[in-house]
Structures are given as C-alpha cells and as structure tokens.
C-alpha cells in the first residue's frame, strides 16, 4: 500500500534518525541501580520470541519476587506468570519492569537460558530505563480502582490507557515497548483492524524497527486501576494514512505514524499476575530508585565511544542536569 512504511530508509524520513546519544543510556548489564529496580517490582510484561513469532505475559507477585542472581542474570518463577507456556529454552526474552509510583521504566532484554524446576534462568544482554511519557499519559498510577469494567473487548479496548507491546526481529531479540494515551485515544478497532498511534518516546524506534523485519507483534492492554487485559496479537504494518493519523490527534497534535495490527486475535480475561501486584492504590516510591540518576549512570557506563559519548558524558555530570531535562521533556514533548 502507498501509505505503508517498509524499510527502514522510509521510516527515518518520517521520524528522521535517532541520535546516536541516545544509545548511550543503554548497558549491556543489570547494574545496581537496575538490581534496586527489580528489587522492587512487582509486574513485569514479558515477551518471549524467535525470528517468526512472539508472545507476551504478564508476570506479578510481592515486590522482588524476580530475583536477580548476579549482573548478568535473572531468575522467573514461573508460577508468577499468567502464561508460563511461553517461556521455553533458547528463546528470546524482553521484559518491562513497573515499580509503584514512578513513571519510568526499566527494560530488559537477552534469552532464556534455561527452564526447569518451576523457573526460567535468563541470560541478560541488554538493559535501560525508558522516559515517563507512557505513564503520565495514562495517568497510570493516579488510578482509583474501578469498579466499572466493560465486558466486551472493544468497550474494554476503547476503556483502555496503557498497552505494552511486545515484537521481535528476525533473529529473535525481543522487546517490550510501553504505550500510554487518555480512553478512546489508545487504540481502536476499525476496518477490521486494530490501530494504534506513534507518540513522543525514547526515540530508539525499536519496534518500529522489529516491525519491518518480522511484523508478528503481541500486545497487553490494562485499564489503570483494573485486574483485567485484554491480550491481542496479529500481524503489524507501519502507516502515514492521513485519515487514521488525524483520529489519534491529542491536544492538536497528529502523530506521524501510525500502526495497524491486522486480522487481530483478542481476548480479555483477568490477570492473576496483576492481582497479585496489587498496583492500585500505588504504593509510596522504594527508596533508593532515581530514574534520572539511573540515566545518567547508564550514559557513563556505557560502552560506546569517541567524542560526542565523551561530550554527552561531560554534559550530564553538570549535578540536576538530566533532571531538570527530563522533567521539561515531560511538559513540552508529551504529544
């Protein structure tokens, strides 16, 4: 189709390249600040995958109930997960880890080394935080706990505020990307199809990226304040269709893209992993999680090199830096 984006040449003339800086924020280890984080989780969206297909789960507990085993391993119970069918030796693995009244989040990737015994060991290979702008625009820990669900899938869908979307590229790394918007602006069914719209992130493009070289895609839809998804999996193309892009316009701004999950299989059910999380009402904040001094570790601990990583390095030791940025990148860049 005309519209459709299907290399990734057409998808930078569209949201142009992503800054090489931005690549700095990510470590290939699970460093203390990534441990503390995890520490005290009590959700993750897990998404495991091979080059043709990939799947997603929620996974919930007591804070902590993942355990980390050194820094370059995790060990998941698989009782905690809505799905444990999924997890099976040799895939890849992509996770989002959600802590109690932050906005941010922590991502997580590599593959699962081995299942036995009632767990699932995953070998890490990648990890960093991602920006808030999913949550605040869910108003995901502000939630009341609802006591009017929709039954239907497309009532719930249209209800629905914050999704994670689960893709993979074609040898298997998978990735769990978050999505937040107000009710009826999240996602819609419509031609068949389910729709969703791009809005300002991290700006790594992962899975628009994954899309174009395997377009399986799985994703997780919550009502904040709700046990119940609705899970939804199908086939992703990227679009610039003007008509479906001016329908997900938010305070008079039109996202450039937007994605349409074709011949979408949906299911809603309640998420024991969810239940057990008790998300709602948020509790207080761990101590000891600072998402803007994570970002700024992970920029100085990053691997990558040559003069604009040592200037980027410089830039963010100047004390209060990343956070008087990201807070102001949460007030202009929102839509």
Request: aromatic share 6%; charged share 25%; hydrophobic share 45%.
């Amino acid at each position: 189709m005309s519209d459709s984006i299907e290399s990734i040449a057409a998808l930078e003339a569209c949201i142009g390249k992503g800054p090489k800086a931005i690549d700095l924020k990510v470590i290939d280890h699970l460093d203390d600040g990534a441990r503390r984080w995890i520490a005290s989780s009590p959700l993750l969206f897990a998404a495991f995958g091979d080059g043709r297909n990939v799947g997603m789960t929620l996974g919930g507990g007591e804070r902590g109930f993942v355990q980390v085993l050194d820094t370059s391993r995790l060990r998941l119970p698989l009782t905690a997960l809505d799905e444990p069918r999924l997890a099976r030796e040799g895939l890849g693995f992509g996770a989002l880890f959600l802590t109690p009244s932050i906005g941010e989040t922590l991502r997580v990737g590599g593959r699962v080394a081995s299942v036995g015994g009632g767990e699932a060991e995953i070998v890490v290979d990648e990890c960093y935080v991602h920006c808030a702008k999913a949550l605040i625009r869910s108003n995901f820990w502000e939630a009341p706990v609802s006591s009017e669900i929709p039954d239907d899938a497309p009532a719930f869908l249209a209800a629905s505020r914050f999704m994670a979307l689960a893709t993979v590229d074609a040898q298997g790394h998978a990735d769990v990307s978050p999505k937040g918007d107000p009710r009826d602006m999240l996602l819609r069914l419509q031609q068949g199809c389910a729709w969703y719209a791009d809005r300002p992130g991290n700006r790594r493009a992962d899975s628009f990226r994954n899309i174009l070289t395997q377009p399986r895609v799985a994703a997780a839809l919550l009502i904040p304040g709700c046990t119940k998804v609705a899970m939804l999996s199908g086939t992703a193309r990227i679009t610039t269709d003007a008509a479906m892009r001016a329908g997900f316009s938010v305070a008079g701004k039109t996202p450039v893209l937007v994605t349409c999950i074709e011949q979408p299989a949906l299911t809603v059910r309640e998420s024991a992993a969810v239940g057990r999380a008790g998300l709602w009402p948020a509790k207080p904040r761990a101590e000891g999680i600072d998402p803007a001094a994570m970002f700024v570790a992970h920029i100085k601990h990053s691997k990558a090199r040559g003069l604009q990583a040592k200037l980027v390095r410089a830039a963010v030791s100047v004390p209060g830096l990343m956070e008087k940025g990201l807070q102001r990148d949460y007030r202009d860049n929102l839509y």
